[in-house]
């Protein structure tokens, strides 16, 4: 806690929006509600994004006083049978149960905050029931709901969870018959110079696609973060994204 406060101190000038999420579930972190609020306190903008498992009344709660802007639960699918598909072990009820509480706390402690937004991962096994998930998100009374591509690690061959609507998946076919990213990918990324990952071992990391932490800047645990943002490991890597960024293995699944 004591790193993130002075991250956040050092930053706070700077920063816009503050996002409390990286390959993991952000309640599973004891702390996190103290995060959100420090960084509220400092006039950032948070966001933070759940699968819903741990939404409880308490939590709830917490949740709506850190003063969070906005919080995504993801939501795919509107059956359990469905929905367990991808949430492996997981239980629509239990999520669907803390979206309610988060809708009746607001309205009960009269904050127009978090803004709530359900998240649906359009896959082959779940598109069919887009239309439900809108009649859904209606009753549940959230704020937004937004269908999102999957990125599937495993494409280039086709992948049995590839959606067969065009608009909501993320590669095309070939005429090879394999499969790649829409678009042409430049050499270029606004990413690198508008943002950065700090993961739980305080390492600086260019984007969340280095999900293995590959090409980390740096830490801050030793040294200050703008420090390690503009040292030399960061200079080159931005030249190299400048100059061929197909050669990193992580930018070729990336639709930025």
């Known amino acids: 806690m004591s790193l993130y406060v002075s991250l956040i101190d050092e930053l706070k000038s700077k920063l816009l929006h503050v996002i409390f999420y990286f390959q993991g579930e952000p309640f599973l972190h004891n702390d996190l509600n103290k995060m959100i609020h420090y960084a509220h306190l400092a006039r950032l903008y948070t966001t933070t994004s759940t699968n819903g498992q741990m939404l409880t009344d308490k939590t709830a709660k917490e949740i709506v006083l850190s003063g969070l802007d906005k919080l995504i639960i993801s939501v795919d699918g509107s059956t359990q049978d469905v929905y367990e598909t991808y949430r492996k072990g997981g239980k629509l009820s239990k999520t669907i149960e803390g979206i309610e509480r988060i809708v009746a706390l607001k309205k009960t402690l009269k904050s127009v905050t978090p803004m709530i937004v359900?998240?649906?991962?359009?896959?082959?096994?779940?598109?069919?029931?887009?239309?439900?998930?809108?009649?859904?998100?209606?009753?549940?009374?959230?704020?937004?709901?937004?269908?999102?591509?999957?990125?599937?690690?495993?494409?280039?061959?086709?992948?049995?969870?590839?959606?067969?609507?065009?608009?909501?998946?993320?590669?095309?076919?070939?005429?090879?018959?394999?499969?790649?990213?829409?678009?042409?990918?430049?050499?270029?990324?606004?990413?690198?110079?508008?943002?950065?990952?700090?993961?739980?071992?305080?390492?600086?990391?260019?984007?969340c696609f280095d999900k293995n932490s590959e090409y980390s800047f740096g830490s801050i645990q030793n040294i200050s973060f703008l420090n390690n943002w503009h040292n030399k490991k960061a200079s080159d890597f931005r030249g190299k994204i400048l100059q061929n960024r197909k050669q990193f293995e992580m930018c070729k699944n990336c639709t930025e």
Not at 169 to 189: E, V
């Open 118 to 207: 359900i998240q649906f991962l359009v896959l082959k096994t779940n598109e069919h029931q887009m239309k439900e998930m809108k009649l859904l998100a209606k009753k549940l009374n959230v704020d937004r709901l937004t269908f999102k591509t999957a990125q599937l690690s495993d494409f280039k061959n086709g992948n049995d969870l590839l959606p067969t609507k065009i608009k909501y998946t993320r590669y095309k076919i070939g005429k090879d018959g394999k499969y790649r990213i829409k678009g042409s990918q430049p050499n270029h990324c606004w990413r690198l110079w508008s943002g950065a990952v700090v993961n739980t071992k305080g390492e600086i990391l260019p984007c």
